[in-house]
T-cell receptor, first 112, second 116 residues
């Protein structure tokens, strides 16, 4: 079993839809949770960075962490064609600064 | 704008040659940088941790003699792929935490290596 599971998609939605992306994990020692967006042939871009359970909102993006269920989500409201990319969840243990464990990534396509 | 710069973005080389990739933190100092590798349609895998002033630490299964890492200064780390072979062809991405070991991790643009 992988430490982090993420549905690879592809996921296709119409413009304006609400997108829900999810990851589950098995290691209860994970304390920091991140969502990255990666366009083709580019490095990952940090979207959201969370520590505690609960919700964190930033513009059209909301990150949700449920540590009891070992489940994290990223919601994208009013999705745009420019949101088409691969979305990677990542997480790490407190004292392992760069050792991120990534999900496989979900490929999202937003159709105009 | 970008906070971590990586160069070159693309490189093609012949089998047996060595290739150097540079990673720079642009507006902050990074005593630690990280090198990841990504195969097509797959996720990122940590290869090694680059430590300024000391040896790099490598993840299990990563050949330290093939992937030489040097952290020359507080803003520069280099990855050299030695005696490259076609199976080394991949997307190499560096990253650095902006606020020390527990800070947010920012990634460079990546370097696509193709070994012929």
């Amino acid at each position: 079993q992988k430490e982090v599971e993420q549905d690879p998609g592809p996921l296709s939605v119409p413009e304006g839809a609400i997108v829900s992306l999810n990851c589950t994990y098995s290691n209860s020692a994970f304390q920091y949770f991140m969502w990255y967006r990666q366009y083709s042939r580019k490095g990952p871009e940090l979207l959201m960075y969370t520590y505690s359970s609960g919700n964190k909102e930033d513009g059209r993006f909301t990150a949700q962490v449920d540590k009891s269920s070992k489940y994290i989500s990223l919601f994208i409201r009013d999705s745009q064609p420019s949101d088409s990319a691969t979305y990677l969840c990542a997480m790490r243990i407190y004292n392992q600064g760069g050792k991120l464990i990534f999900g496989q990534g979900t490929e999202l396509s937003v159709k105009p | 704008g970008a906070v971590v710069s990586q160069h070159p973005s693309r490189v093609i080389c012949k089998s047996g040659t060595s290739v150097k990739i540079e990673c720079r933190s642009l507006d902050f100092q990074a005593t630690t940088m990280f090198w990841y590798r990504q195969f097509p349609k797959q996720s990122l895998m940590l290869m090694a941790t680059s430590n300024e002033g000391s040896k790099a630490t490598y993840e299990q299964g990563v050949e330290k003699d093939k992937f030489l890492i040097n952290h020359a200064s507080l803003t520069l780390s280099t990855l050299t792929v030695t005696s490259a072979h076609p199976e080394d062809s991949s997307f190499y991405i560096c990253s650095a935490p902006r606020n020390g070991g527990t800070g947010e991790l920012f990634f460079g643009e990546g370097s696509r290596l193709t070994v012929l």
